[in-house]
């Protein structure tokens, strides 16, 4: 092998401390989206359908290190669309067979932040909508237009 050549991806090895416990799970764990996932797109799409326009992957106040996948500025309407695994679903949540306490620690982490971040954005005025993956994205963007609709005849 040169130097320049990489090695095969079944040689590689994780370093000591390292979350990725086999080279197959370190491509898998990389492949994952943090944003633009499919039920994101799908339900983005039926919003813009039904004339609502917003900014994707935005955050809805700026002193916040927290984006939501839809924000709708105007109206104050921060939409979260949560992936089951990764935001711990009631319904779908399985906690995984290997580095188990890594990977449960991280889900409650991400638990623990949802509930800050839907406090943050109340006390600062702002509707939080959250969506699990597995919600049907007719019945979500139904419920978003409704509530931007709402909430812009009320400001008007």
Request: contains cysteine.
């Amino acid at each position: 092998m040169g130097q320049d050549a990489a090695p095969d991806q079944e040689d590689w090895v994780p370093p000591d401390g390292s979350w990725a416990s086999s080279a197959a799970r370190r491509r898998n764990m990389q492949a994952i989206r943090s944003r633009d996932t499919e039920p994101e797109r799908v339900i983005r799409r039926l919003v813009h359908a039904r004339g609502l326009r917003y900014r994707v992957a935005a955050k809805p106040i700026p002193d916040l290190r927290r984006t939501a996948d839809l924000v709708f500025r105007p109206v104050k309407v921060a939409v979260f669309i949560d992936g089951c695994y990764w935001h711990g679903c009631p319904e779908h949540y399985v906690s995984p067979k290997t580095n188990s306490g890594y990977w449960s620690d991280k889900v409650k982490g991400n638990m623990a932040r949802d509930q800050d971040t839907n406090q943050r954005l109340t006390e600062a005025g702002w509707t939080v909508l959250r969506f699990w993956e597995h919600e049907s994205p007719d019945g979500c963007a139904l419920k978003i237009t409704q509530t931007v609709t709402r909430l812009r005849a009320r400001r008007n």
